[in-house]
């Protein structure tokens, strides 16, 4: 099968990309409640669903990728979800260099946050509301920031 675009499930460890990825692809994957159930990278495939202008022109359409039915184009795509990151991954912190390898050749990240605040910077249990969910933003940002810059200045 053809995909449209290749996307990346990061985050810290322990909030809930795998289960996203196994909702989003049907996929088995092992989902357990604690860091690092995730070290190879899970890879499936999904679809977007969006409405297709089929129905607005009264024509069926024919899509290079995915089909249509009903008005609706279903695009396929490529899920990585990716083992957690942590801060002073894109300096080698555990196994953090493999981990944004994974997401080299994705066209884009999906981010997922634990909003309730109830894993710490390492993906470990604490109380609801004792961690502040915007930290993981600003440090995943500065994680691929980092990795790609250096991916840059090494060649």
Do not use: W
């Not at 915007?134 to 200045?153: C, G, H, T, Y």
């Amino acid at each position: 099968m053809n995909y449209y675009m290749k996307i990346g499930v990061v985050g810290k460890p322990n909030v809930g990309k795998s289960t996203f990825f196994a909702a989003s692809t049907l996929k088995k994957v092992d989902i357990q409640n604690f860091p690092f159930t995730t070290i190879d990278a899970n890879i499936g495939s999904g679809f977007i669903r969006i409405k297709c202008v089929c129905k607005e022109l009264n024509k069926q359409c024919n899509p290079r990728y995915g089909f249509c039915t009903n008005g609706f184009r279903y695009i396929p795509i490529e899920l990585v979800d990716v083992a957690g990151l942590v801060p002073g991954a894109s300096q080698g912190k555990g196994m953090g260099n493999q981990f944004l390898n994974d997401l080299i050749f994705c066209d884009c990240l999906i981010h997922i946050i634990d909003i309730s605040g109830s894993t710490n910077e390492k993906g470990e249990i604490v109380e609801i509301n004792s961690y502040d969910p915007k930290k993981d933003i600003e440090f995943l940002e500065n994680e691929i920031d980092q990795s790609i810059s250096r991916a840059i200045v090494k060649y």
